[in-house]
Each structure stands twice: as C-alpha cells, then as structure tokens.
C-alpha cells in the first residue's frame, strides 16, 4: 500500500511553506497557538460519549461520513477532510488505518452493548496509525494486533478515549512525538510492553483509565509535562513508570504528577521481548521513577506490589547498559506527597532482594531510592517502609491542587517539516519506537544498522519492504512497505549518517 507518511509529508511540506512559514516542528517552542479547529469545538461541547447527537453541534461544521459493518474505515479516512466524523458502526473491521491528514475524528458508535471491533487476527500490525494534528480517536474496541493498537506519529492535539484494547502487541495507545493530548477512559490489557506509553512527547493528560495483565501499564518516557490521574494500574509487572531511555532525540522526562491513582498487586510474571527497556522491569512494582526529573507523587493507593511500592533509581542501577552520555541519569527533585500504602514489598525478588538482605529484611520496601540524584523530598517518611530515603528532605508543598491539567490552554501549531527532514521525522516517528542509537530496544541498535549497511541504503530500504526474522533473539520486525520510496531512502540515508 502506497500512501500515508509520503502523503503526509506532502502535505506537510506544503502546510509548511504555504502556512507555518518558518516555524520548524524540532525546533518551535510548544507554545504556539492556532485559532481552534472546528472539531475541537465540537469535543468540548461534550457530546463524545453521546453517539446519537453529534451532528447537532452547533460547533460542528464538517461532514459526517458513515461506516457500517462490510465497508472499510480506511476508505473513509481517504474521503474526508478536515474537519469531518467519521462515525464507525458495530461490525468487524479487519484493517490498518492510517490517518494523514488533520482534524479528522474517528468515533465508534456503540449500539445496545455492540462496539465496532478492529481485529488485527495477530495478522495485522497497527489498527490505528496518525500522524495528522487533532486526531480524535474513541469508542473502539482494538483486539489481536501485532504492534500497535493507536499510534501517533508526530501529531499535536490529540484525543484518545474511551477505546478498549486487548492483545495489540508491542503497545496499546503510543502516541510518540505530540504536543497537547487526552488518553483518557480507556481500558488496556494483555500489552506486551506499555498498555499506555507517552513517548517524547509534551502537555499530556492520562486520566480515568484501567490497565492491567501487561508488562508496563502506564509509561511516561522522554516526555515532560504529563499528568497521570484517577488511573486504576493492576496486574501489570509495572504499574506506573516514568523515566528516561537514553539514545532518543528527546533526553529528558521532568515534570510529571502522579497523582489519585490506584496501583495495585502488579504482580505479573514479566513477558516483555527480550532485551526491551521493560524486560528489565521486576515482576512486582508499583511505581517505578528512573532517570526522570521534578516527579510528585500524590494521593495514590499504592498496595500490594510484591517487590516494592515506589522504585526510585538512575539509569546506572535501573539500565547499566545503557550508554548515552547526553542523558542525565539520575532522578532528581521526586517529591513524595501523601500516599496510601501497604503490603508492598512482600516477596521481593533479583537486586533489590539483595539489597534488602544486607539490611536483615526478608521484604522490599513501600518505597526504595537507589543510586544517585538530589533535591528530593517527602511529607512524612514515617508513613512508610524505606530504603534509601536518607537523603530526602521534608517537601516544601503539601499537594498540587494548583496544577488541574498539563495540556496547553489552546491547541498547539501544526508541526511543519521540511523535506532535509523527512529522514529524521521517518526515523523518530517510526523506526525509534523500536531502535535506538546505542541500546537495544525492540531492535537492535542503530549503530549495529549503520555497521552492517554502511554506504549501503538500500540495503536498508530493501530489508524494510521485505524483513527476514534474522535472530534467533529477537522478534521478527514488521514491514515498512506502507511508508513512500521517498521516505524509505530519506530514513536509510538518515540512519546512515546518524551520530549518536
Ligand atoms: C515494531 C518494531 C520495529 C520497528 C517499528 C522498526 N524495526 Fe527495524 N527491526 C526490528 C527488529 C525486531 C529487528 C531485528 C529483526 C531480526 O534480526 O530478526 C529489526 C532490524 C532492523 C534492521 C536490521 C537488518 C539487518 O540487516 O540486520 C534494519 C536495517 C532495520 N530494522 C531498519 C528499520 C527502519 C529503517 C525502521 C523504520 C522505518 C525500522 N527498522 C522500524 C524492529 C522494528
């Protein structure tokens, strides 16, 4: 299929020149604003959940496109424009949607119980990829994907909610490189790696959804200005987690609250793919900060997670083999709030057992620190079993009622991208969800790529129209077949002359 990314970046280019002149995506502050879209009207009205009364909206202006069950979403996706619904009726849809284009919003319609259902039959890769800005994506349920169940690449504004999704392989919703976003009342499980990840991204809200039977369930990576909220995260190896994975063009995770959220008995035997970030993460824990700056955590019920309640660690400890000296790797400024929790720690298991060992403790703590980092601070450590909280300070707030969301108050500027950029945003918003320049990620590191195929694109575009599984520890790789002959050469290029 001959589409998507080229046709975005068309699209983009000419947006670029023609409307945001100037403005580069990787280097424009994310303060702009745009005068809102009409759809954005349209969600603030409050309809989303009505899937009767849309069209009514005042606000809406656009055309609405209906599909019914026998029809493709795909195709509806190619005759709308911006501004327009698509409204999805109960039926199976086996496709990969990819949504190029901005303003489109993507809304099931749920009759008596009855969900329109994207089933992947562990065939498919992605069920929803966007890369348009304000995309709006709700009342699905994603089933039996390879890779993804909603991924973003590179588009702003985003709203993600009210979708169920179950056994979509490497992530459940990954909207990776967006500014300003919604993930809110979903529900999430069976994810081999994040049900939920934020990745390099800023201003997102994560309110109101259930995760659960996964590896990571929300996972906040190289990404600033997140709110994690009213989340109930159980039965994961992982509740909640932010921290920092180094080899990305984004190096930082600062300013996160974790706040009201329920993490409980994530307790589940770890099936990440060998090698990835969360392989590492030990079967039983609740909260888990690495690397990431400025995090509060607040008003949380944190019990039952059989390792620890709240793992604080730098990168030396947590991922030592990890290797990027322009990541900063200790977690710094954490501040502990109040939070409920007990029957943490009670069948500890790999270092932080051994750590504990050397204390005379059988169990893990609610909460552990290790390794490096300073500033951080708590309300009252009595309140909890600890390790390593020696150096923490009594915190100098007491709760962050002040701070109600973290998306910006309008929407953000359209990226534009020029066409010296088509590698980079090929290469960020797609191959990095799996390589990184130095580690292994899903794949293997970029820099292993650029030995094996130096001088040599086109081995690479071969190898990514036609992947062969050629190790024995690691998965097969998806085809990248959807993305334009220009794009694939854009990224090989770009792989090839990448530094570190
Ligand atoms: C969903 C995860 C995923 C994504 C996305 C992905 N890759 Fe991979 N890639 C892999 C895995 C896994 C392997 C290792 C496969 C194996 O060796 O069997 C791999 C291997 C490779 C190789 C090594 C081939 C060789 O000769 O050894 C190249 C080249 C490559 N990927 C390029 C890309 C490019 C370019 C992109 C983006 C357009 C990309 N990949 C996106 C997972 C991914």
Avoid at 83 to 103: A, C, F, H, M, T
Avoid at 162 to 191: A, C, M, R
Avoid at 401 to 406: A, C, K, L, S, V
Avoid at 410 to 416: K, M
Wanted: glycine content about 10%; hydrophobic content about 35%; overall charge negative.
């Amino acid at each position: 299929m001959k589409s998507t990314l080229s046709k975005i970046i068309g699209a983009i280019v000419v947006l670029a020149v023609g409307v945001f002149l100037g403005k580069s995506f990787f280097s424009s502050p994310n303060v702009d604003t745009v005068p809102m879209p009409s759809t954005i009207k349209y969600r603030n009205v409050g309809l989303s959940n009505d899937t009767t009364k849309v069209a009514q909206s005042n606000d809406f202006n656009g055309k609405i496109i209906e599909v019914k069950d026998g029809s493709s979403i795909q195709e509806a996706v190619k005759a709308a424009n911006p501004g327009d619904l698509i409204r999805v009726y109960p039926g199976i849809y086996s496709e990969n949607v990819y949504i190029d284009k901005d303003d489109i919003s993507l809304q099931g319609v749920v009759i008596k119980g009855e969900w329109p259902v994207l089933d992947g039959k562990k065939e498919i890769n992605d069920a929803f990829l966007y890369s348009g800005n304000g995309i709006l994506i709700e009342n699905f349920k994603i089933i039996n994907y390879k890779g993804n169940g909603i991924m973003g690449q590179a588009g702003n504004n985003f709203i993600i909610r009210n979708n169920w999704i179950i056994d979509t392989g490497v992530y459940g919703i990954f909207p990776q490189y967006g500014k300003n976003g919604l993930i809110e009342h979903n529900v999430l499980s069976v994810i081999a790696d994040a049900a939920i990840y934020v990745g390099m991204c800023d201003n997102v809200d994560v309110l109101h959804n259930e995760v659960f039977d996964s590896v990571a369930g929300i996972e906040i990576e190289n990404s600033r200005h997140c709110l994690v909220e009213n989340n109930y995260a159980h039965d994961n190896t992982g509740g909640l987690l932010a921290f920092v994975t180094p080899g990305l063009p984004i190096k930082t995770t600062f300013d996160v609250i974790l706040r009201n959220n329920f993490v409980v008995n994530n307790n589940h035997e770890n099936f990440g793919a060998p090698g990835s970030t969360v392989a590492g993460i030990p079967s039983g824990t609740g909260v888990l900060i690495m690397a990431a700056d400025d995090v509060i955590v607040e008003n949380n019920i944190i019990t039952g997670n059989k390792n620890s309640g709240i793992t604080i660690v730098d990168l030396a400890t947590g991922d030592p083999k990890a290797n990027d000296p322009n990541s900063e790797g200790n977690p710094d400024r954490v501040v502990i709030l109040d939070n409920i929790m007990y029957e943490n720690g009670n069948d500890p298991t790999g270092e932080l057992k051994a750590i504990m060992l050397t204390q005379m403790d059988t169990r893990g703590p609610d909460i552990f620190a290790y390794g490096g980092g300073t500033g951080s601070t708590i309300r009252d450590k009595n309140k909890y079993r600890t390790f390593g909280l020696g150096g923490y300070g009594v915190a100098q707030i007491t709760n962050t009622d002040d701070i109600p969301t973290m998306r910006t108050p309008s929407p953000v500027a359209a990226r534009s991208v020029s066409k010296e950029e088509i590698g980079e945003l090929t290469y960020y918003g797609v191959c990095a969800g799996c390589h990184a320049f130095g580690t292994r990620l899903i794949g293997p590191p970029t820099e292993i790529i650029q030995a094996i195929h130096n001088g040599n694109p086109q081995g690479i575009v071969d190898y990514i129209n036609n992947p062969k599984n050629l190790r024995e520890d690691y998965p097969e790789m998806p085809p990248q077949d959807y993305l334009d002959d220009n794009a694939k050469m854009a990224v090989a290029e770009y792989i090839l002359a990448l530094k570190q």
